[in-house]
């Protein structure tokens, strides 16, 4: 028990950051749902909104002092991040439509915000990716992490993700960090966007597929590997399983056969290819 102790007091007398994880996640879930109109308190003014929004940047610069070291300027990245707020917001709101329109059992634009996780991990993604692209660590990757553990969607904050995106129902999607998905994908649960070998490699080594526009991969579908690349407007069926390309506008399907055991005898097995 004594090398324990010592081990644990090592580790947080060496640890890197001085952080609170849950300080982290309710800052991004408190944001989604001011951004998005779930609060009960309605804001009473323009002015109202702008105090909330510089409220959250003043939380979000402490955040970012908590996970930087001493080449990372917080005030600046925030002030960087905010300004590309509006043009995250836009897209968010076109992966929104997108849910509308392609889910005949979205109703309303609110359904989609307040009921569908498919937006929810999308959305904190978009903010993780942002601050990603910008050299911070650390952030993104505890933001994707909270929304895996609510959603069950496991998005790589590196992911490169285009516009009018839309994961239905969603649960255990896993979407790598080297995946370049194109415009107006659709993906459905289970669907694992990976890399073909767990080995080590290098940072910007590309592991993980590439989706062209247009296209659609159905439930549990998976696509390995950084040289796979899924044509535009192409259609993947639920339980494909593949590691190499596909032209664009292509139909991949997974065909079964059944083979079922006469009632008359009862010597022969049933046989299930698959």
């Known amino acids: 028990m004594s090398n324990l102790v010592t081990h644990i007091f090592e580790g947080y007398s060496n640890r890197r950051y001085d952080l609170e994880k849950k300080r982290i996640e309710d800052f991004i879930d408190q944001f989604f749902r001011f951004i998005f109109f779930l609060d009960y308190h309605r804001c009473s003014s323009e002015l109202e909104i702008k105090d909330r929004i510089e409220s959250f940047k ?13 080449s990372t300027n917080p005030k600046m990245l925030t002030k960087e991040l905010f300004s590309e707020f509006p043009q995250i917001y836009s897209k968010l709101e076109l992966d929104a439509r997108s849910a509308l329109q392609s889910d005949p059992a979205a109703k309303s634009i609110e359904e989609v915000y307040y009921a569908y996780p498919g937006f929810y991990a999308v959305a904190i993604y978009r903010f993780a990716h942002a601050l990603h692209q910008k050299g911070v660590e650390l952030l993104p990757r505890i933001w994707t992490e909270f929304a895996h553990s609510k959603t069950g969607i496991d998005i790589h904050p590196g992911a490169e993700i285009g516009s009018h995106f839309f994961i239905d129902h969603g649960t255990g999607a896993v979407i790598g960090e080297t995946t370049v998905i194109g415009n107006h994908v659709k993906i459905y649960q289970g669907v694992t966007l990976g890399a073909l070998s767990v080995e080590k490699y290098p940072e910007q080594f590309k592991r993980h597929p590439t989706i062209e526009d247009q296209v659609t991969i159905y439930a549990n579908a998976t696509i390995l ?6 044509g535009k407007g192409s259609v993947v069926g639920g339980n494909v399983w593949l590691t190499e390309s596909i032209e664009p506008y292509s139909m991949v399907y997974h065909k079964s056969q059944k083979v079922v055991k006469s009632s008359v005898t009862n010597e022969e097995p049933v046989y299930f290819i698959i």
Do not use: A, C, R
Request: overall charge negative; cysteine-free.
């Open 225 to 230: 590997g950084g040289e796979t690349v899924i």
């Open 58 to 70: 003043t939380e979000f610069e402490f955040l970012l002092t908590s996970v930087s070291d001493k």
